[in-house]
């Protein structure tokens, strides 16, 4: 089988309406392709490798983590500096003791609601892959370089050329290119329910062209955790200039790629999720590899003892609704696949 064999089975059967997928190397793009509609209700779009996608919370490592790196990396902090109680290496980490997600738009600040009802359990006890980690990163990063979209802009993507394939925010006239997600918010109206919270605010039409995380669209766009748009392509370009050392020092990438919690529940670098053994869309790689993946059927890998080949996996899974599907057994098939 082949990795467009693959995805087509996957459209076919439901699992998402579209994909698109971009594989390679430091040296450059080898194999890519798109397939599905992009949008598929109440109209149909075809997806083609222009297609850009909501990638959820691959944000958190393409972007936010970089640009803490890159804080770091000209000494603006370190990594055991502080930041309202918290270290810069345990929200990276998600070792904060903070639980995974608060419906932060139901609060009038959300600084404060993070404070006063985030942390659930001690710092460094536990890994909780928690939004908030990063919405505080959020609230670092606009005190050390000023407005995050600005900031991400001018050090990313206009740095590497995709600003025009790499956006927060993407304007109206785009909509057209984009992958549509959820029809409402059902996802997070049960989470509230969950939690006994009024699920207040929550959007009700089709999401197309707006970031799907409510807490970041609440927030204007982005609040670390979510927000960017981005092609394959332009997700494959910041992952390769990761590993080129061109967004930060490669021996801060190589920092940043060690385990920094084992024998707790996740594998864990500053800001990357790390190969597990056990994990149906990594164990198929390297015990080196690194990368994110994303709510909306998103992800981001690099192995570097396959040369540090670089996998890139688009989809929009929660379209038209998030219903439940085994995106973690098919991001193993397409890493399989995709391997050397």
């Known amino acids: 089988m082949t990795i467009d064999e693959l995805l087509q ?26 397939h599905g509609n992009a949008v598929a209700v109440p109209l149909r779009v075809k997806a083609t490798l222009g297609t850009i996608y909501d990638v959820a919370s ?21 990594l055991d500096d502080r930041f309202h109680g918290f270290t810069y290496r345990e929200l990276l980490t998600h070792t904060s003791g903070l639980q995974a997600w608060l419906p932060l738009y139901t609060y009038d600040d959300y600084l404060a609601a993070i404070l006063a009802h985030g942390r659930t359990h001690e710092a460094g006890t536990k890994v909780v892959y928690s939004d908030l980690n990063f919405i505080l990163l959020w609230y670092a990063l606009r005190e050390l370089f000023g407005d995050y979209v600005r900031a991400a802009n001018e050090r990313i993507f206009e740095r590497l050329g995709i600003d025009n394939d790499a956006m927060f925010n993407p304007p109206a006239y785009l909509r057209p290119s984009i992958a549509a997600t959820e029809w409402g918010q059902r996802y ?17 039409g089709l999401i197309w062209g707006e970031t799907h995380d409510g807490n970041s669209f609440h927030a204007g766009g982005t ?20 590993v080129r050392g061109e967004l930060y020092p490669r021996e801060l990438l190589e920092e940043s790629t060690r385990n920094y919690t084992p024998g707790l529940e996740e594998n864990r670098g500053l800001g990357w999720q ?66 050397r």
């Open 188 to 204: 997070e109206v049960k989470m509230c329910a969950d939690r006994n919270v009024p699920a207040r605010g929550l959007r009700e």
């Open 9 to 34: 089975r996957e459209i076919d059967v439901g699992s998402f309406a579209s994909a698109t997928y971009v594989v390679g190397t430091p040296d450059g793009i080898e194999q890519s392709g798109a």
């Open 223 to 242: 609040a670390g955790n979510a927000g960017l748009f981005a092609t394959a392509g332009a997700m494959f370009r910041i992952m390769q200039a990761i």
């Open 274 to 339: 790390l190969q597990s053994p056990t994990a149906n869309a990594t164990k198929m790689l390297s015990p080196r590899a690194f990368g994110h993946m994303g709510f909306t059927g998103t992800s981001a890998w690099c192995d570097p003892e396959q040369g540090d080949r670089i996998f890139i996996l688009l989809t929009n899974r929660v379209h038209p609704c998030a219903a439940p599907v085994g995106m973690q057994a098919i991001r193993g098939e397409f890493h399989r696949l995709a391997s």
């Open 58 to 78: 691959t944000t958190k490592a393409l972007v936010t983590a970089t640009l803490i790196l890159q804080a770091v990396a000209e000494r603006r902090i370190a």
